[in-house]
């Protein structure tokens, strides 16, 4: 039977605890991103990612086994929408490759400059995921690039062709990524070919993997069509304002919703990313080279 | 403190910090059915239940503040809960003693619902917007369900990490212990008791 003396250091130990949690929990969230903690933390990805990357290399072919498997009984139902879509897009190239010539012949006539169109006067940088956050609360993953491949804190991160985030923080060989469907994401985005403007956000507060996102401050809602596309628009809410962090004409999602019942101030619709959030393996951050 | 406490104490912390990175860069890689295995809290419950609520809220402290420093969370959130919930398995073995075979896997579901259910009470309250509703509570349903499959693993590895310190604190042995000994002189013996004590009785006849 253990005394007196030892329930009492056993409670004063689990109490310590619970006080230094509290203190870090407070000192953190009064903290600046350059304060201590938050060093800390770089430090901590710094010293562990060679470890995360091993580990995570290691699994892969079980990884792969896993994926193929599921795959295969997806490959079906995703086979139909695929040739509906192949369809659709011959159709649109079609078109745009006759815009695309009449676009670069008047390019050429007013001496336009291509520098901040995606991916001119950007080198990207492919990087493999080693760590993603495990709950559902936040939507941020780990990637084996940092610093010293030229990755910079809010540099855009693409995964299939289209936006999956940007770049949050960033130690010498290991960078965090955090996603469109995390609740913290804000992208200042257009309806491609209609110069309808909004802002880009998750539909569900930061669920990882979330196939929802929202098109949100919009002001001609009814214009707008389930299939329309949205890119990022390079500014932050109208061309004249502000320019975005991320540079304009990068595939964000398909519109998949138009609520009218959500009458409000400003319009919201609903987008499907074309970024896979639930399987992100590997991603490009589009960096402006080694600085 | 003795060279078998140092060795349990040195493979207990390998084990804690191996399953933080093993559940962060290999587990989180797999989704069944949407939701991420948790091993942490689990482990976490395990080590507490086998060494006492110091253990459980030292290791729950260790395996919270790697959580928070790996995933660049809010310092403090997954130490301060797995330190609650270390110390909570502790004390049930200290108040308790629970011997029975399913005691394992419900400390497993208790551990995974309470760290799920208590990492959405936190960040509620630090102001994060919520998860919709039903992606949340199938999140908490299913780490319930992951926690009591994941115990026994868990477990065998918390006990073989705590092996050279538990000596007779073994719950494996306890567990025999409590199955061939009654814990009264009222109560009645079981099967295994009475044919042992028969065995007894006729060897000590067979001597006279």
Redesign the interface.
């Known amino acids: 039977m ?1 005394n007196r003396k030892q329930i009492r ?2 409670r004063f ?2 109490l310590g ?2 006080v ?10 009064n903290e600046a991103a350059s304060g201590a ?1 938050h060093s ?3 430090g ?2 710094e010293v ?1 990612s060679p ?3 091993l ?2 290399g ?2 892969k072919p079980a ?1 792969d086994l ?1 994926n193929w498997v599921g795959d295969s009984f997806d490959a079906k139902s995703e086979n139909k929408k695929l040739k509906r879509q192949l369809t659709d897009a011959r159709i649109q190239a079609a078109r745009l490759q006759q815009a695309d010539s009449e676009n670069k012949k008047l390019r050429a006539l007013v001496g336009f400059n291509e520098s901040d169109r995606f991916p001119g006067g950007r080198s990207p940088v492919v990087a493999r995921v ?9 939507a ?1 993953v ?1 990637i084996d690039k940092g610093s010293s491949a030229g990755v910079r804190v809010n540099q855009p991160v693409i995964a299939d062709g289209a936006l999956a985030g940007k770049v ?2 960033v130690s010498g060989h290991a960078a ?1 990524v955090t996603l469109l469907t995390d ?1 913290s994401s804000g992208v200042g985005a257009v309806v491609s070919g209609k110069n309808i403007l909004g802002i880009v956000q998750t539909g ?4 990882v ?1 979330a196939e929802d996102l929202q098109l949100s401050y919009i002001r001609q809602r009814g214009t707008i069509r389930v299939g329309n596309m949205v890119v990022t628009s390079g500014t932050v809410s109208d061309p004249a304002l502000v320019k975005s962090l991320f540079p304009a004409g990068i595939p964000i999602g398909s519109v998949s919703k138009v609520d009218l019942e959500e009458r409000q101030l400003y319009g919201r619709v609903h987008l499907t990313p074309f970024a896979d959030m ?1 399987d992100l393996r590997i991603v490009e951050v589009l960096t402006r080279g080694k600085q | 403190m003795t060279p078998e406490a140092t060795s349990a104490l040195l493979r207990t912390s390998a084990v804690v910090v191996g399953t933080v ?11 069944p059915f ?1 939701v ?1 295995p ?1 091993l942490t809290p689990v482990l976490v419950a395990m080590i507490g239940l086998l060494a ?3 253990a459980g ?2 290791a ?2 260790t395996a ?2 790697m959580i ?10 997954s ?2 809960l797995l ?2 919930g270390g ?1 909570a398995a502790g004390r049930l073995r ?1 108040l308790r003693d629970p011997v029975h075979p399913v005691t394992n896997p419900a400390i497993g579901a208790a551990a995974g619902v309470y760290f ?1 259910l208590g ?2 009470v936190v ?1 509620f309250s ?1 102001g ?5 509703l039903w ?2 509570l199938w ?1 908490t349903l299913w780490s319930g369900a992951y926690g009591a499959l994941l115990a026994a693993p868990v477990f065998r590895l918390a006990r073989w990490a705590m092996m050279p310190g538990l000596g007779r604190g073994d719950p494996m042995i306890r567990r025999r212990r409590a199955v061939l000994a009654p814990t009264s002189v009222l109560e009645k013996p079981t099967i295994n008791q009475r044919s042992r004590g028969r065995r007894i009785t006729n060897r000590r006849r067979r001597h006279r």
Do not use: C, K, N
Not at chain 1, 204 to 207: H, K, L, Q, T, V
Not at chain 2, 128 to 132: D, E, G, M, T
């Open positions: 253990p250091r056993r130990t689990a605890l619970i230094v949690s509290i203190a870090l929990l407070t000192a953190y969230f903690l800390i933390q770089r901590a990805m562990l470890l995360q990357d580990a995570s290691a699994i990884r896993v080693i760590v993603r956050s495990p709950t559902d609360w936040f941020r780990t949050t923080s965090q609740s569900s507060g930061g669920e993997g639930r | 990175i093993f559940q962060l860069a290999v587990v989180t890689q797999f989704r949407g991420v948790d006492g609520s110091t809220a030292a729950g402290f919270g503040f928070d420093l790996i995933l660049l969370q809010t310092m403090g959130v130490s301060l330190t609650i110390y200290e799920a990492f959405a960040q630090l994060l917007p919520a998860p919709r992606p949340l999140q």
